[in-house]
C-alpha cells in the first residue's frame, strides 16, 4: 500500500488526473451535504414519531441499501461509474423533497428508502471512478491523499453549513430539506462533468467492454469467486465493519441521544457535530500521519479499539468531556476511512469486478448497521443507553484482535517483508506486516474478466 506522502519517485498527476480529482472533490461534497443531519432525530419527533419508529426506519433504511447495493453495483460495473453518479445525484435530490411534501412517518420512511438506492448507486461506483480513473493516468499513488482530501472538503463544507441549520429553521422549518436536495442536484453537474477515463481509461475500457458482453448473474459470480479465492480481501472487508459501523450508529443514530442525555441542549447540537466535522476532517486530510511502524491493516485494527473505547469512555465524563470524547472519536474515523478504503481498493485482484465488490463490502457493513440499529432503538427505549456503548466497546475490542490474527495467518509477516514480487494461486499477498510501496496482486479466481 502506498501512503498519502508523495515521493520523489512518485508520478506527477496529468491534468486530466487533477480534473478528475476535482470534480470528484465537489461531487463527494455536495452529494454528502446533508442539512438536516444535525436535526434529523428531533425533526421527526416534533412529527410525531417514537423512538421506536425513528430507529426502525433507520434498520430498514440499512437493510434496503444492503438489498440495493448488489444490483447497483453490477450496474456501475456494466453501465459504467460516472453514470452511476448521475443516476444516484437524480434520487438523492428528489429523495431529500419528500419529508417537504410528506412530513409523517410514511413520508420519512420513503425518504430513506430513497436515500438508500441513491447512496448505493454511488457507494462503490465513486471510489471505483477515482480509483481506475487515476490508475488509467498513471496516477494511483495519489489516490489515498485525494480520497482523503475530498472526505475533508465535504466535511469541512458541513462544519460551515451545520451550524446555520438551527437559524435557518426558524425562518423556514423545511429548510434543511430544501437545501440538501439543491445540494443533491449541484453534485449532479459535477457527475455530468467528470471525463470518460474517470470510468476506466484504456484498459480499463476493455475490460468493462468485455463485461457487457456478459450477463449480470456472470458479474456476481466473479465477484463471489474473488472473494473465495482471495481471504485476505474477505478478511479486509470484515476488519473495516468496526470503523464503518461505529462511526455511522455514533455520529447519525447516537449523536443526540448521547449528548441530551448528559444534558447539552438541542440549540448546541449543531455547534458539537460541526466541532467532530472539523476534527474529522482534518485526520481524513492527513492520513500520512500515522506512523509507519505499523502495517496499513494493523491500523485500522487499533484505530477501531480505539473508536470503541472513546465511545465507551462518554459515560463517565461530563458534558465537556463528552465533547471532548466525540471529537476524538470523529479524529479517529477521519484517520481510518481512507487507509481502509485504499486497503480495500490495493485488494481487489486484477480482473475483478470493482464496483460490484465494493459493493459487496457495503452490503456486509449496512447489514451489521441494520442489526446495530435495531439493538439501538431497544437499549434506547430501555433506558440503557450507557450499557449499548459499553457492550459495543466490548464486542470490538474482543472481534478486532481476533480479525488481525486471522490477517496474519493469510498473510504471513515474512512474507511481507520481502520484496513485492508475482503472486501465484495459493501465494499470499505481502501487504500486512509492513506497508509496500505498491497496490497488492491478489490471485485470481478461473474465470474472472479482465480488470477494466
Not at 411534501?101 to 465513486?126: D, E, K, N, Q
Not at 438541542?266 to 476534527?279: I, R
Not at 495459493?426 to 509492513?434: D, S
Amino acid at each position: 500500500m502506498t501512503w498519502g506522502r508523495r515521493r520523489s519517485g512518485d508520478p506527477a498527476m496529468t491534468p486530466a488526473a487533477r480534473r478528475i480529482i476535482r470534480l470528484n472533490n465537489g461531487f463527494q461534497l455536495l452529494f454528502n451535504l446533508l442539512w438536516w443531519m444535525p436535526v434529523f432525530y428531533a425533526y421527526q419527533r416534533a412529527a410525531g414519531l417514537s423512538d421506536g419508529q425513528i430507529f426502525g426506519i433507520q434498520s430498514i433504511y440499512y437493510v434496503a441499501f444492503c438489498l440495493f447495493e448488489i444490483p447497483t453495483g453490477m450496474v456501475a460495473d456494466r453501465v459504467g461509474a460516472r453514470n452511476c453518479l448521475r443516476a444516484g445525484a437524480v434520487v438523492m435530490t428528489a429523495a431529500n423533497l419528500v419529508p417537504v411534501l410528506a412530513p409523517s412517518y410514511t413520508g420519512f420512511l420513503v425518504h430513506f428508502l430513497a436515500i438508500a438506492a441513491g447512496r448505493s448507486l454511488t457507494s462503490g461506483a465513486a471510489s471505483a471512478c477515482l480509483y481506475d480513473g487515476l490508475r488509467a493516468e498513471g496516477a494511483d499513488a495519489h489516490y489515498l491523499r485525494a480520497e482523503g482530501t475530498a472526505r475533508a472538503l465535504g466535511l469541512a463544507a458541513k462544519v460551515v453549513c451545520w451550524p446555520l441549520v438551527g437559524p435557518l429553521m426558524s425562518v423556514a422549518h423545511q429548510s434543511p430539506y430544501v437545501l440538501s436536495a439543491a445540494s443533491a442536484a449541484a453534485s449532479l453537474g459535477c457527475a455530468l462533468a467528470l471525463p470518460r477515463i474517470a470510468t476506466g481509461g484504456t484498459a480499463a475500457g476493455a475490460g468493462t467492454r468485455g463485461r457487457r458482453k456478459g450477463t449480470l448473474l456472470r458479474d456476481t459470480c466473479a465477484a463471489l469467486r474473488t472473494l473465495r479465492s482471495s481471504p485476505w480481501l474477505a478478511l479486509l472487508m470484515a476488519q473495516g465493519v468496526a470503523v464503518f459501523t461505529l462511526s455511522r450508529i455514533c455520529q447519525v443514530n447516537l449523536f443526540q441521544p448521547v449528548l441530551l442525555e448528559h444534558g447539552i441542549a438541542e440549540s448546541g447540537h449543531g455547534s458539537v457535530l460541526a466541532a467532530m466535522t472539523v476534527a474529522e476532517a482534518v485526520a481524513s486530510a492527513r492520513p500520512q500521519w500515522l506512523s509507519r511502524r505499523l502495517s496499513p491493516a494493523a491500523w485500522v485494527s487499533v484505530l477501531s479499539v480505539a473508536l470503541a473505547a472513546s465511545l465507551a469512555g462518554t459515560t463517565v465524563g461530563g458534558p465537556w468531556a463528552v465533547v471532548g470524547l466525540l471529537c476524538a472519536f470523529a479524529a479517529i474515523t477521519g484517520f481510518g476511512y481512507p487507509v481502509q478504503r485504499k486497503l480495500i481498493n490495493d485488494a481487489i485482484p486484477q480482473g475483478a469486478p470493482r464496483a460490484t465488490l465494493l459493493s459487496v463490502e457495503s452490503i456486509v457493513d449496512r447489514g451489521v448497521c441494520a442489526v446495530a440499529a435495531v439493538a439501538a432503538g431497544a437499549y434506547l427505549a430501555a433506558g440503557r443507553l450507557d450499557a449499548l456503548l459499553w457492550h459495543s466497546a466490548a464486542v470490538t475490542c474482543v472481534l478486532m484482535p481476533v480479525l488481525h490474527l486471522a490477517l496474519r495467518r493469510v498473510c504471513p509477516a515474512p512474507a511481507a517483508r520481502g520484496p513485492r514480487r508475482a503472486h501465484g494461486a495459493g501465494t499470499a499477498p505481502a501487504a500486512v506486516a509492513g506497508p509496500v510501496e505498491e497496490p497488492v496482486a491478489l490471485p485470481v479466481g478461473e474465470g474472472v474478466a479482465p480488470h477494466p
